[in-house]
């Protein structure tokens, strides 16, 4: 599975990276151009590109979000889930935090932290 939210060439190459029998999931079009898929590529590989939009949903399902989080919170206590992180910031930093976002240089989450640790 891979999960874009950029659009353009990056969904181009999202599709060569499927496996097969692999799903795409559009996020957006954070890059501005809106791809276009071309089928073929879909059959050879038996792999899907679904639209994945969380506020359509939420509003035709508005206790979705609770159930989501419900189930995910034990996975992230348990250490479940490992998502990537890129850099810390602390609060006082948050400009960078919003520059390297805004100049798509972020690789992983960008965490603001918010009180020093203790």
């Known amino acids: 599975m891979v999960v874009d939210p950029v659009g353009g060439d990056r ?13 795409l999931l559009v996020l957006g079009f954070t890059e501005g151009v809106i791809p276009t898929v071309k089928v073929n590529r ?3 590989g038996n792999t899907s590109v679904m639209g994945v939009g969380s506020n359509e949903i939420w509003s035709r399902q508005p206790g979705l979000p609770r159930n ?16 990537v992180i890129g850099q810390v910031f602390a609060l006082d930093e ?22 020093e640790q203790e």
């Open 11 to 23: 969904f181009t190459d999202s599709l060569r990276l499927l496996a097969p029998e692999g799903r």
């Open 42 to 44: 879909l059959l050879l």
């Open 68 to 83: 989501q989080w419900r189930q995910l919170i034990p996975m992230l206590e348990a250490g479940q889930l490992d998502p």
């Open 94 to 115: 948050i400009n960078n935090a919003l520059r390297t976002i805004d100049e798509r240089r972020a690789v992983g989450k960008i965490l603001v932290r918010i009180r």
